[in-house]
């Protein structure tokens, strides 16, 4: 199994700042198979990027993703307050797994 | 619009069984799968399995193979987990995802979830 491994577990930042959310992988993601999504208390996950760094239906392009093999980024620039929540990253190459989330909060 | 309606809140004693629906609407049920994923409390969420909802064809993680089936009803657009002997560490909100029949893909599509309480 592929264990994703997320960094930082909680990052605290103003909104307008930009944030950057690291995924890591145990072995090499195949074919890019990677997403995020987020999460906010209380609601099912939302799918925000695949293939590491298409945009999902309706997300702004303060969004963007990138990486390949075992590292990842998500970016977030300019947040805003609906931006606050856990984000997670899911590689769907082989099997599919999960992070252990990282927590957006307001500073 | 795509729309997965889970059934609602259980409560089930130790040793038991709990089934979870996912109603589809919105889109074509039988070119999609339907994925179970859970979520318990304070945990990473976790691959359950998948169904193919054209030809009923599943696959499931190894940690749950024993213990759950996942089937559909293609005349009411529903996909049912059950999952047997249920312990305390079973207690998690279950969601249902779509995703794609033919490749390996996100899911792009989510159920509200359903709360599962394991109490004697």
């Known amino acids: 199994e592929i264990v994703l491994t997320q960094s930082p577990g909680t990052l605290s930042l103003s909104p307008g700042e930009s944030a950057t959310l690291s995924c890591r992988a145990s072995?090499?993601?195949?074919?890019?198979?990677l997403a995020w999504y987020y999460q906010k208390p209380g609601q099912a996950p939302r799918l925000l990027m695949y293939?590491?760094?298409i945009r999902g239906a309706g997300i702004p392009d303060r969004f963007s993703g990138g990486g390949s093999g075992t590292d990842f980024t998500l970016s977030i620039n300019r947040l805003e307050p609906d931006d606050f929540a856990v984000y997670y990253c899911?590689?769907?190459?082989?099997?599919?797994?999960f992070g252990q989330g990282t927590k957006l909060e307001i500073k | 619009q795509v729309q997965l309606l889970q059934s609602g809140a259980e409560v089930e004693k130790p040793g038991a069984s709990v089934k979870v629906s996912c109603k589809a609407s919105g889109y074509m049920f039988s070119g999609y799968a339907i994925h179970w994923v859970r979520q318990a409390p304070g945990q990473r969420l976790e691959w359950m399995g998948w169904i193919n909802a054209e030809n009923g064809d599943t696959k499931y993680s190894q940690k749950f193979q024993d213990r759950v089936t996942i089937t559909r009803d293609t005349s009411a657009n529903t996909v049912y987990m059950e999952l047997r002997s249920l312990t305390y560490e079973d207690m998690a909100v279950y969601y249902c995802?779509?995703?794609?029949?033919?490749?390996?893909?996100?899911?792009?599509?989510w159920g509200q979830g359903a709360l599962v309480t394991v109490s004697s």
């Open positions: 899911q590689q769907y190459g082989t099997s599919y797994s």
């Open positions: 995802a779509r995703g794609d029949v033919s490749n390996m893909w996100p899911f792009d599509f």
């Open positions: 072995q090499s993601v195949s074919s890019s198979s």
């Open positions: 293939g590491a760094s």
